[in-house]
């Protein structure tokens, strides 16, 4: 097995008993493809805890690269040693540089008001309207006119103990798609139980020391593949219905086997399609397979180390 070609996937759960996913795959040269080689669930065992199995189970690959989708980085107040002001008046440079940023879109935004107030107005109506035939990605959520509901988010601010730099970036570029597609906003800690911060940042200190961990966010993922005609609208819309998701979980994971030239065995489709957590854990490993073929979105805002990678399937 070479370490450069085998990435795992691990989507966490919010529970206490809930079971994790481990999506391993790897690119054999010689079929010049790659192979879904495993997707384990970690289930409490012989005398192991579910930690002890991760552990072991990363230790046993011998995989360095693993993508997952929780916060690896801090919000700016958790790390932040000045005298606080207040979370309104804060003054570390981060949390002052999203704020000008988004007061430069919202100052835009009114500026096209005041110089012609009738033609906003048209395209306001015109932007509220619903189009069925009108792909959510025929504009980014940043440019203008921005939508009602971005507007809303803007005027509610950075919140310097809740979220990060990534936030704002992910807002700009993807805040009126997720919430379309998947009634959702993207924000670092809006999942993420205390205790789950806790169990993961002990679990950690015993993942090993060469394991190269990076951040994504599945949601992100099935839009960036719906970007790239891979998958369709009406796959991410039976996502959401409790009847077709399981059908719609296949059919995307073999739309990727087949665009994507990822081989995936009966036994796995079969796990991708009862288990969200596993499909989770299978889009986190898609996302490391462009990793490492350097496949991935630049952003003007990105944590430290570059934690938090995005893909790009065009």
């Not at 107040?77 to 879109?105: D, F, S, W, Y």
């Not at 939508?147 to 310097?160: A, C």
Request: aromatic share 10%; charged share 30%; with cysteine.
């Amino acid at each position: 097995m070479s370490n450069n070609s085998t990435i795992a996937g691990m989507s966490l759960g919010g529970g206490k008993k809930e079971n994790f996913f481990f999506c391993l795959i790897e690119f054999y040269e010689k079929e010049n493809r790659w192979f879904l080689k495993s997707l384990n669930q970690v289930k409490e065992e012989s005398n192991l805890t579910n930690d002890e199995v991760i552990t072991t189970w990363v230790e046993g690959t011998d995989v360095k690269k693993m993508v997952v989708d929780f916060p690896l980085t801090r919000p700016p107040c958790e790390t932040c040693q000045l005298v606080c002001p207040g979370t309104e008046l804060c003054h570390n440079e981060e949390v002052i540089e999203v704020r000008e940023k988004m007061a430069h879109l919202l100052g835009e935004d009114k500026a096209l008001i005041e110089t012609n107030p009738k033609r906003y107005e048209q395209e306001r109506v015109e932007d509220d309207k619903v189009h069925y035939s009108k792909s959510v990605l025929s504009k980014a959520t940043d440019d203008h006119i921005l939508s009602k509901s971005f507007k809303r988010k803007l005027k509610k601010g950075f919140i310097p103990y809740w979220n990060r730099p990534i936030d704002f970036w992910i807002w700009k570029h993807y805040y009126d798609q997720m919430l379309n597609l998947f009634n959702i906003s993207f924000d670092s800690f809006g999942n993420v139980s205390v205790m789950l911060m806790h169990k993961f940042n002990y679990l950690l200190r015993h993942l090993p020391r060469d394991l190269n961990i990076m951040e994504s966010d599945v949601h992100i993922c099935l839009i960036e593949l719906y970007r790239a005609g891979i998958i369709t609208k009406n796959n991410l819309m039976d996502l959401k219905d409790i009847e077709l998701s399981a059908l719609a979980r296949i059919q995307i994971a073999k739309q990727i086997e087949k665009k994507l030239n990822v081989f995936i065995y009966e036994k796995d489709l079969e796990l991708i399609s009862k288990n969200p957590k596993a499909f989770d854990s299978f889009l986190l490993a898609i996302i490391g397979r462009n990793y490492i073929l350097g496949q991935l979105r630049e952003t003007d805002q990105v944590e430290p180390r570059n934690s938090f990678i995005v893909p790009s399937f065009a």
